[in-house]
């Protein structure tokens, strides 16, 4: 954790940046750094490091990686505002699928921008947040949409979808997760509904588009 500033002048954005990649964080402190209208208080290398930061220098806005070492973005954001639920933070990150954004805004994320967003829509992001408004990219918002609007899968069935993801048969499944076969097959015609697919390829395609399938 590397604080970019002590210095705390009146009527700037205080920024504090979270991301584990050394180049990101870098660039994203020179740009706001030449803003007028802002200054970078710090800068964390991994989730943990962001709470931390964040306690110390309690900064207007937030942002944070999605994907970080020891913490990730949406734990970090949970962290953050059990000491603050006003904390305003930005979800900056590659990652765009349905499940990340849900997480993030239902963690309490004012804004969701990808990094490929222009500088503009950037620094527009970051003062609209400090104003007290919500920010997600346009092509975002449906995302946000469909996955508000449906039945999240239970932890049992995120289990047989991942097993089913890796080419198993109900009966492997079943052994794996000691259930019968009856009862795999009864997850999968739950499971079918809740992402609105008819067959296992399809559900195995449309968890993966949601992000519902990690490494």
């Known amino acids: 954790m590397r604080p970019s500033s002590t210095l705390r002048p009146p009527g700037k954005i205080r920024v504090l940046i979270g991301d584990d990649h050394a180049v990101v964080r870098e660039g994203l402190a020179t740009m706001i750094g030449r803003q007028e209208d802002m200054t ?3 800068e964390a290398t991994n989730g943990l490091e962001a709470v931390t930061a964040w ?3 309690r ?3 937030t942002l944070l990686d999605l994907r970080m070492p020891l913490l990730d973005g949406v734990g970090a954001i949970q962290a953050i505002r059990t000491r603050d639920n006003s ?5 900056l990150t590659t990652f765009d699928t349905d499940n990340d954004i849900s997480r993030a805004v239902k963690a309490g994320a004012k804004a969701y921008l990808l990094k490929d967003a222009q500088r503009e829509e950037l620094l527009s992001c970051i003062r609209q947040v400090h104003g007290g408004e919500t920010c997600i990219a346009p092509g975002l918002v449906a995302k946000l949409a469909a996955s ?3 039945t999240e899968l239970t932890a049992r069935e995120l289990s047989v979808l991942a097993l089913l993801a890796q080419g198993k048969s109900n009966k492997e499944i ?6 019968s076969e009856t009862t795999v097959k009864s997850h999968l015609r739950n499971i079918f509904p809740k992402l609105n697919v008819l067959s296992r390829t399809e559900a195995i395609s449309e968890a993966s588009r949601r992000g519902l399938l990690h490494p």
Do not use: C, K
């Open 87 to 91: 904390a305003r933070i930005i979800v």
């Open 174 to 179: 079943g052994l794996s997760l000691f259930i």
């Open 148 to 150: 508000l609007g449906t």
């Open 40 to 42: 970078v208080v710090g």
């Open 55 to 57: 306690i110390e220098h």
């Open 59 to 61: 900064p207007d806005v």
